[in-house]
T-cell receptor
Framework: DVKVTQSSRYLVKRTGEKVFLECVQDMDHENMFWYRQDPGLGLRLIYFSYDVKMKEKGDIPEGYSVSREKKERFSLILESASTNQTSMYLC??????????????????FGAGTRLSVL | AQKVTQAQTEISVVEKEDVTLDCVYETRDTTYYLFWYKQPPSGELVFLIRRNSFDEQNEISGRYSWNFQKSTSSFNFTITASQVVDSAVYFCALSEAYSGGGADGLTFGKGTHLIIQP
């Protein structure tokens, strides 16, 4: 089974702090993603990485950065946390694919989420 | 741009009733994938099903069934004989089918909160 582990379930930080959210997957997936989930807004993509040291902005990258130094680990960084970044953060990984019908490909597997409160 | 609409914000039914969750999508792509995920109170999104745009066969897995209709851009999810453990938020999602090794995220609907009352 694919396992995506997020280092913290709950975090409380202060405005202006630098915050690191860590995500590790154990299935050698090339692609990794960070989403945030807010009531009434659903899940929105922040950043994704299609391989080591690669990163692409998603729909809402402002205020965030990411790091992918190793294949299994994808970090989300809040350079200077603000109250509007209070949210649930979800990490996902995916096996790289080329379309087609292979069942294992193009399915994102999610971690349990980190609920971040910025005070 | 892609869009997924789940018009039902919340549904409440009594256990053993059948319930259908609606999903309507928009995309300009001719090849794409549709998904359903379940999010129980614990928070983790659990993958339920992936459907390719070129495969319109309906699928049944135990009490779960999915109806994909390209003509109406819908991918509805039915739970038969619902149980309390089915209580969760259910998300429908869409992604492009891609080739060449690129990556892209999922476009999610806003979710339907399903409450199964005993």
């Amino acid at each position: 089974d694919v396992k995506v582990t997020q280092s913290s379930r709950y975090l409380v930080k202060r405005t202006g702090e630098k915050v690191f959210l860590e995500c590790v997957q154990d299935m050698d997936h090339e692609n990794m993603f960070w989403y945030r989930q807010d009531p009434g807004l659903g899940l929105r993509l922040i950043y994704f990485s299609y391989d080591v040291k690669m990163k692409e902005k998603g729909d809402i990258p402002e205020g965030y950065s990411v790091s992918r130094e190793k294949k299994e680990r994808f970090s989300l960084i809040l350079e200077s946390a603000s109250t509007n970044q209070t949210s649930m953060y979800l990490c996902a990984s995916r096996l790289k694919g080329f379309g087609g019908t292979e069942l294992a490909k193009n399915i994102q597997y999610f971690g349990a989420g980190t609920r971040l409160s910025v005070l | 741009a892609q869009k997924v609409t789940q018009a039902q914000t919340e549904i409440s039914v009594v256990e053993k009733e059948d319930v259908t969750l609606d999903c309507v999508y928009e995309t300009r792509d001719t090849t794409y994938y549709l998904f359903w995920y379940k999010q129980p109170p614990s928070g983790e999104l659990v993958f339920l099903i992936r459907r390719n745009s070129f495969d319109e066969q309906n699928e049944i897995s135990g009490r779960y069934s999915w109806n994909f209709q390209k003509s109406t851009s819908s991918f509805n999810f039915t739970i038969t004989a619902s149980q309390v453990v089915d209580s969760a938020v259910y998300f429908c999602a869409l992604s492009e089918a891609y080739s060449g090794g690129g990556a892209d995220g999922l476009t999610f609907g806003k979710g339907t909160h399903l409450i199964i009352q005993p």
